[in-house]
């Protein structure tokens, strides 16, 4: 024993003596070596079955003996769960010479069912913690005939296929006729109301909704303009709109 005791450091040990504690006749039968400092101790002992009360001197009682293996690591603790074994003594009728106390049993056939024994040393495995990826966005590519309108003209400048939410970052000061300030708006939408050579009312509302609800309400506004157009008869005026602005720069010009 002594010499199997000694394969193994202070902090198997502990382990090894927290484990035989409470174990009716357990013991050390083998203790193996091995990589990086790991131990496989061999433990078996045995137990009584819950006894059962038939009277007085007469009791039902059976034996279970286990058998487990057990892998340590050289912190002390096991490293997965134990391989583990039992051989059931089946619970036979016994008399004794003392005055039994215990209470009688009035169910007798189970009397002689043993729970199955469960496995002392049980390692749950540990979740796998999956990688973090550098995560890219996922951006919707133009399906709309509005941005597909402006993927075309992008094309032409630019070359490249971009996504709605690309085209809309990119920002340009524009005048407000109403208010005669400055607003950042996105530059495709600027560039979708001159290709449509939109009225100046046409401008007025593309801002105002834009201030209200965002690019994605003007977007829709815009491909539903040709269709606004035809039902209410009207056409662009390019020109009212060049004269107001006009005189709206002129008057800030002058205000500086």
Known sequence: ????????????RKWLDNFLRDKLGARLTNVYKHNDGDRVVEIE?????????????TLIQGQIT???????KKFGDPRKTAEFSY???QPQKQYVSYRLKEQLSIELPQSYLVP???NPVVIKPKAKIKKKVNESKQLTLPLSRITSLLNHINLKTSGVVLSEQELLLETTPHLDLDTG?????????ITILQEKKATLKEWESAISLYQVAGPSAVL??????DGWRQFHGTQPDISIQKSKQSTVEKQIASDN
């Open 181 to 189: 300030k400055e607003i950042k708006l996105p530059t495709a939408i």
């Open 1 to 12: 024993m002594a010499k199997k005791l000694s394969l193994l450091n202070k902090k198997q």
């Open 87 to 89: 051989k059931i003594t």
């Open 66 to 72: 286990y058998k487990i293996k057990v892998k340590l």
């Open 116 to 118: 199955t024994p469960q």
């Open 45 to 57: 002992w045995w137990e009584y079955t819950v006894p059962v009360v038939l009277d007085s001197y």
């Open 220 to 225: 829709l506004y815009l491909q539903e303009l």
